[in-house]
């Protein structure tokens, strides 16, 4: 072990064959990318940060008003009572189902 950090220390290379040079040469490219990229990634980051954010909180805070419109609403139903109207060409049946007189997918507290 202490010969290879004696060899490292040197400048021999172990794993690759790759000379120092294209190596840094590499490293230089990674850097200018870094820098290039930067003002962009920026760029992003406050738009996520200011609009979009702020754009969910806001169409999250009107699907609840829209829900809690409509809440008010399905009770206000509830309390008062909804008459259906019997149409004649509605619920035609020339024969009973077998598990009642409504379909199977029949719901007294939403459906008329």
């Not at 690759?16 to 040079?21: K, L, P, Q, R, T």
């Not at 940060?49 to 969910?56: F, G, L």
């Not at 009107?62 to 809690?68: I, Q, S, T």
Request: with cysteine; net charge positive.
């Amino acid at each position: 072990m202490a010969s290879r950090i004696a060899a490292a220390a040197k400048g021999i290379r172990f794993s690759s064959s790759v000379s120092a040079a294209a190596g840094n040469a590499w490293l230089a490219e990674r850097a200018a990318l870094k820098e290039h990229a930067g003002p962009a990634a920026e760029t992003w980051r406050k738009i996520s940060i200011y609009v979009c954010i702020p754009a969910v909180i806001a169409a999250s805070a009107n699907a609840y008003n829209l829900w809690a419109k409509h809440q008010a609403h399905l009770e206000h139903e509830r309390h008062e009572g909804h008459e259906a109207v019997k149409y004649p060409y509605m619920r035609l049946r020339s024969k009973a189902f077998p598990w009642g007189d409504d379909s199977l997918f029949f719901n007294p507290a939403v459906n008329m």
